[in-house]
């Protein structure tokens, strides 16, 4: 059965209803025949409207005339023509469209078809496209980072940045394989890469033209379009971050100022050793130094001085480490931080980490210059041994530092040795600092008073005022333990405080008890001789106890008159005119400049008590005390001799010429209960040997 031809009208509607613009011309004055609806819509016309409406009517004289050529082409050939032009649509919007002139052959080839495409859509996603590669060429070309592009293996492009790192030439790496720039241990990964077609990122490393090796960092992406596919690599160059991190780790195990190793190395290092001196049966000593200045040095002449300061003493300790490291093996140093140093040093026998400690100190006696100043500087030591003082890095660095706390105390350049009685005073410490201020607010001080007698015993000079610390717990507790605490936690001025009323308290009362020429001596820390209102706070007590500055005697360190000249000298000056005697403490530990104790109006030097101790015996303790005395009566300056104990020693110090005495031989320090006594029978017994 024959099927039904589709009829014009049908034909018309299919035509209306395609996106396609149909029309079909006349061709030589090229007046439309037909046009469906799409086409009538370019020019805004209806189907019927189009009929009869000439081209150049329809888009203008101008434009008719610009495709004219194709018309005459078709009639001429009698085949179709394509063109792409743009116009300008009813909403005014420039549009893209493709068109075919198709001519009709059965009618004599005086009509033409025409078919437009809008091609807007289109054209846009290419030019868009074109943007987009252009932009990713320049990108490409721009980019800081190295970026190539391979198919295969075999690379297609190589961006300007690669080529820099890298030193080749474009020619040299375009249509080469990249293996050949890849290092054999590279080799099988980058293979593996290749193959698998993953998307990854991994750090290799690349040969550049002079040979040398790049670390970098290979980002892979998969690139494509239809059928085609690339890889792009983005090849990083790793130098900068690699330097990077290992400044950051160099900075996590050392300490930038001095460079030695920090406290991030210690624990380590610390095992190490251990376990070596473990195999081969030796011994090994962790030494806490800490130095005892810089916090006054960083005070008066600023942080650069104190970073300088420490500089040297580091170069000092690491010559120190270098020279006798050869012979003990092993000194390794390291800086905790602050003015904190650690040592590490093994040994065989003991007099080797003597021999040590002996040329660490040593450094110490040569000033340090810095700009146009000479300081004095010192350590304060503690040791720790393996294994007797501690099995574990941790428990010798506690243990060492204990006893380093404890050298301090002594308030000088010393070495302590940990031994058991400072793990428990150690942790004292920690409850001193707790119940100090407990103390001060439950007046939980007492004074006791120890004698100043002549050598032959029959005259008093003065007593000196000595706190303990009447402890809830601990029962009485030696100041030894609890100054330097108060002085950290800043209780020390009030404790000095109280101090200074109740020895001038005591004088009045001993004064009307008989004792008319009472001298009381009083210790003071040097945060109490900075204290601004220092001298104030003098007066105010001299004149709270109404008694007259005659019977204050005051003990200083060597290291507080050696503190700012001009100051110090005010103070001295302003103390003395008020009748106040001024002694120098401790003397011979310090590092006291001649000339500046001469210049300064000190009345008395206390010899330290570690001379007294060996005397007779030792003959360099002998010749100290020998000088020290000549010394005082070179500068006219009363001499008394501390810590005499033995009937031995004051004989000896009775022919050296020493004036005066206080130590256990002729009396303990006593609470003023006890001392009263003791002083009625002194008076009596003394008044009747005068
Ligand atoms: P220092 O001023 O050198 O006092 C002398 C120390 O030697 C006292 O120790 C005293 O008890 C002790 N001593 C006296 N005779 C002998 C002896 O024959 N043999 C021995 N081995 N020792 C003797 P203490 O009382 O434990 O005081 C220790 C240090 O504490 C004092 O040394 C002083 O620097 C400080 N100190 C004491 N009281 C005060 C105070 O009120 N304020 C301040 N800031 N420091 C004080
Ligand atoms: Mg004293
Ligand atoms: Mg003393």
């Given at each position: 059965?024959?099927?039904?031809?589709?009829?014009?009208?049908?034909?018309?509607?299919?035509?209306?209803?395609?996106?396609?613009?149909?029309?079909?011309?006349?061709?030589?004055g090229?007046?439309?025949?037909?046009?469906?609806?799409a086409?009538?819509?370019?020019?805004?016309?209806?189907?019927?409207q189009?009929?009869?409406?000439?081209?150049?009517?329809?888009?203008?004289?101008?434009?008719?005339?610009?495709?004219?050529?194709?018309?005459?082409?078709?009639?001429?050939t009698?085949?179709?023509a394509?063109?792409?032009?743009?116009?300008?649509?009813?909403?005014?919007?420039?549009?893209?469209?493709?068109?075919?002139?198709?001519?009709?052959?059965e009618?004599?080839?005086?009509?033409?078809?025409?078919?437009?495409?809008?091609?807007?859509?289109?054209?846009?996603?290419?030019f868009?496209?074109?943007v987009?590669?252009?932009?990713?060429?320049?990108?490409f070309?721009?980019?800081?980072?190295?970026?190539?592009?391979?198919?295969g293996?075999?690379?297609?492009?190589?961006?300007?940045?690669?080529?820099?790192?890298?030193?080749?030439?474009?020619?040299?790496?375009?249509?080469?394989?990249?293996?050949?720039?890849?290092?054999?241990?590279?080799?099988?990964?980058?293979?593996?890469?290749?193959?698998?077609?993953?998307?990854?990122?991994?750090?290799?490393?690349?040969?550049?033209?002079?040979?040398?090796?790049?670390?970098?960092?290979?980002?892979?992406?998969?690139?494509?379009?239809g059928?085609?596919?690339?890889?792009?690599?983005?090849?990083?160059?790793?130098?900068?971050?690699?330097?990077?991190?290992?400044?950051?780790?160099?900075?996590?195990?050392?300490?930038?100022?001095?460079?030695?190793?920090?406290?991030?190395?210690?624990?380590?290092?610390?095992?190490?050793?251990?376990?070596?001196?473990?195999?081969?049966?030796?011994?090994?000593?962790?030494?806490?130094?800490?130095?005892?200045?810089?916090?006054?040095?960083?005070?008066?002449?600023?942080?650069?001085?104190?970073?300088?300061?420490?500089?040297?003493?580091?170069?000092?300790?690491?010559?120190?480490?270098?020279?006798?490291?050869?012979?003990?093996?092993?000194a390794?140093?390291a800086?905790?931080?602050?003015?904190e140093?650690?040592?590490?040093?093994?040994?065989?026998?003991?007099?080797?980490?003597?021999?040590?400690?002996?040329?660490?100190?040593?450094?110490?006696?040569?000033?340090?210059?810095?700009?146009?100043?000479?300081?004095?500087?010192?350590?304060?030591?503690?040791?720790?041994?393996?294994?007797?003082?501690?099995?574990?890095?941790?428990?010798?660095?506690?243990?060492?530092?204990?006893?380093?706390?404890?050298?301090?105390n002594?308030?000088?350049?010393t070495?302590?040795?940990?031994?058991?009685?400072?793990?428990?005073?150690?942790?004292l410490?920690?409850?001193?600092?707790?119940?100090?201020?407990?103390a001060v607010?439950?007046?939980?001080?007492?004074?006791?008073?120890?004698?100043?007698?002549?050598?032959?015993?029959?005259k008093?000079?003065?007593?000196?005022?000595?706190?303990?610390?009447?402890?809830?717990?601990r029962?009485?507790?030696?100041?030894?333990?609890?100054?330097?605490?108060?002085?950290?936690?800043?209780?020390?001025?009030?404790?000095?405080?109280?101090?200074?009323?109740?020895?001038?308290?005591?004088?009045?009362?001993?004064?009307?008890?008989?004792?008319s020429?009472?001298?009381?001596?009083?210790?003071?820390?040097?945060?109490?001789?900075?204290?601004?209102?220092?001298?104030?706070?003098?007066?105010?007590?001299?004149?709270?106890?109404?008694?007259?500055?005659?019977?204050?005697?005051?003990?200083?360190?060597?290291?507080?008159?050696?503190?700012?000249?001009?100051?110090?000298?005010?103070?001295?000056?302003?103390?003395?005119?008020?009748?106040?005697?001024?002694?120098?403490?401790?003397?011979?530990?310090?590092?006291?400049?001649?000339?500046?104790?001469?210049?300064?109006?000190?009345?008395?030097?206390?010899?330290?008590?570690?001379?007294?101790?060996?005397?007779p015996?030792?003959?360099?303790?002998?010749?100290?005390?020998?000088?020290?005395?000549?010394?005082?009566?070179g500068?006219?300056?009363?001499?008394?001799?501390?810590?005499?104990?033995?009937?031995?020693?004051?004989?000896?110090?009775?022919?050296?010429?020493?004036?005066?005495?206080?130590?256990?031989?002729?009396?303990?320090?006593?609470?003023?209960?006890?001392?009263?006594?003791?002083?009625?029978?002194?008076?009596?017994?003394?008044?009747?040997?005068s």
């Open positions: 059965m024959a099927l039904p031809s589709i009829n014009l009208e049908e034909l018309k509607q299919l035509a209306d209803a395609v996106p396609a613009m149909l029309a079909c011309f006349e061709s030589s090229f007046t439309c025949l037909y046009a469906n609806a086409y009538g819509k370019l020019s805004g016309r209806s189907t019927a189009m009929v009869g409406v000439t081209y150049a009517e329809m888009i203008g004289e101008h434009e008719a005339k610009a495709i004219r050529p194709y018309v005459d082409q078709v009639m001429a009698g085949k179709p394509n063109y792409v032009r743009t116009y300008t649509d009813i909403d005014q919007r420039q549009r893209w469209i493709e068109v075919s002139l198709v001519p009709n052959r009618v004599g080839m005086d009509r033409v078809f025409v078919l437009i495409s809008d091609i807007t859509r289109h054209r846009d996603a290419e868009a496209a074109q987009s590669a252009d932009r990713t060429r320049k990108f070309e721009a980019s800081e980072e190295g970026i190539l592009f391979h198919t293996g075999v690379i297609t492009d190589v961006n300007p940045s690669l080529l820099r790192v890298m030193g080749y030439s474009e020619a040299e790496m375009v249509g080469h394989n990249t293996l050949e720039f890849v290092p054999p241990q590279a080799k099988t990964e980058v293979m593996q890469v290749i193959a698998s077609g993953v998307e990854i990122a991994y750090e290799s490393q690349v040969i550049c033209r002079d040979g040398s090796l790049l670390d970098v960092e290979y980002i892979v992406r998969n690139l494509s379009w059928e085609q596919s690339q890889r792009m690599v983005i090849v990083r160059d790793l130098t900068a971050r690699k330097v990077a991190e290992s400044r950051i780790r160099y900075l996590a195990f050392n300490d930038p100022l001095t460079g030695l190793p920090n406290r991030g190395q210690v624990e380590e290092r610390f095992g190490i050793f251990i376990d070596q001196c473990a195999k081969q049966n030796w011994q090994f000593a962790t030494l806490f130094l800490d130095l005892d200045q810089v916090k006054r040095v960083n005070d008066s002449l600023g942080h650069h001085a104190g970073d300088a300061l420490l500089c040297e003493v580091a170069k000092r300790l690491a010559r120190v480490c270098a020279a006798e490291g050869s012979v003990y093996n092993e390794w140093l800086r905790l931080g602050g003015d140093f650690v040592i590490a040093l093994s040994f065989m026998h003991r007099n080797e980490l003597d021999a040590f400690v002996t040329a660490l100190l040593q450094t110490f006696h040569q000033s340090i210059r810095l700009g146009s100043r000479e300081l004095r500087v010192s350590a304060s030591v503690g040791v720790a041994i393996y294994p007797q003082d501690g099995k574990t890095p941790s428990e010798l660095l506690k243990n060492a530092d204990a006893a380093m706390y404890f050298a301090k002594q308030g000088r350049a070495v302590r040795y940990f031994d058991a009685s400072l793990a428990l005073a150690a942790d410490a920690i409850d001193t600092e707790q119940e100090l201020s407990a607010t439950g007046k939980q001080f007492v004074l006791y008073f120890q004698p100043q007698l002549s050598l032959d015993g029959t008093l000079f003065g007593v000196e005022a000595l706190i303990r610390w009447n402890h809830p717990v029962g009485l507790v030696s100041p030894e333990y609890f100054i330097r605490v108060a002085e950290d936690v800043h209780l020390i001025l009030p404790i000095g405080q109280w101090v200074m009323d109740e020895a001038l308290a005591q004088v009045k009362r001993w004064q009307s008890q008989g004792w020429a009472a001298r009381v001596a009083v210790n003071l820390s040097s945060n109490q001789f900075r204290d601004g209102d220092f001298v104030r706070n003098v007066v105010a007590a001299l004149e709270r106890a109404k008694v007259k500055g005659d019977c204050l005697e005051l003990e200083l360190t060597e290291r507080m008159v050696m503190g700012d000249e001009k100051q110090v000298l005010g103070v001295l000056q302003t103390l003395k005119s008020l009748g106040i005697t001024l002694s120098v403490d401790d003397f011979g530990t310090g590092f006291s400049s001649l000339s500046r104790l001469r210049s300064l109006p000190i009345d008395q030097l206390k010899i330290d008590q570690s001379f007294v101790q060996d005397l015996e030792s003959h360099s303790a002998l010749a100290v005390v020998t000088s020290l005395i000549q010394l005082g009566k500068l006219s300056m009363q001499v008394v001799a501390e810590g005499v104990e033995t009937e031995a020693q004051r004989e000896c110090l009775e022919l050296l010429g020493c004036p005066i005495a206080q130590g256990f031989l002729s009396a303990r320090p006593m609470p003023a209960d006890e001392f009263a006594p003791w002083l009625q029978s002194f008076l009596s017994g003394s008044l009747g040997r």
